[in-house]
């Protein structure tokens, strides 16, 4: 995404880094406050509204996903680029034909099903490990980047998924709430 829009969304410090690593496979771990979520919406708008992309954006629960995910999209995403919006279906489709549909991880079978190129896992640590495998087998569109965003949990999931395993093309990126 432009450094132009970053600004003009307000992104900054880990926020910043984590908009403009392009890792397939990456994690923003950072205190209550230090902008995850926010984060995540504007990373999400730079890759589905860049190109045509399918995506899934997902929280632990229903009532997360309602009250904090979904509503930070539509706060931070400019208004011209949404063509419909969905509260009963819990999707948004973009003028360039992207749709991003969000669902809570409550029931990981239930994740199943449509063709993605963006996973977006929003307070990850919340969900499993099994959630996040089965949204790994969607994701068989272009871009083909999947991210998390969480507050930290300790040497939970994420932390073997991202550090303990040490693969190329997982990162992890750690933003701290006084930033």
């Keep these: 995404m432009a450094r132009v829009i970053e600004v003009e969304l307000g992104v900054f410090g880990s926020q910043a880094d984590f908009v ?6 990456l994690a923003l771990v950072g205190g209550r406050g230090s902008g995850k979520t926010k984060g995540g919406a504007i990373k999400l ?20 996903l309602r009250d904090s995910t979904m509503l930070t999209c539509l706060e931070t995403w400019p208004r011209t680029m949404i063509t419909d919006y969905s509260k009963t279906e819990m999707t948004l489709c973009l003028t360039n034909g992207s749709v991003v549909r969000f669902r809570s991880t409550d ?14 896992m929003d307070e990850g640590a919340q969900s499993t490990l099994e959630a996040w495998q089965i949204l790994l087998g969607t994701l068989r569109e272009e871009p083909g980047k999947a991210f998390i965003t969480t507050t930290p949990r300790g040497y939970d999931w994420i932390y073997q998924e991202f550090v303990a395993k040490a693969r190329p093309n997982y990162k992890i990126i750690r933003g701290r709430s006084q930033d």
């Design 107 to 120: 029931d990981p079978d239930h994740l199943r099903g449509p063709n993605n190129g963006v996973i977006w």
């Design 45 to 64: 708008l730079g890759l589905v509204g860049a190109q045509k992309a399918n995506a899934i954006v997902t929280a632990p629960s229903f009532p997360m």
């Design 20 to 25: 403009e690593d392009d890792t397939p496979f």
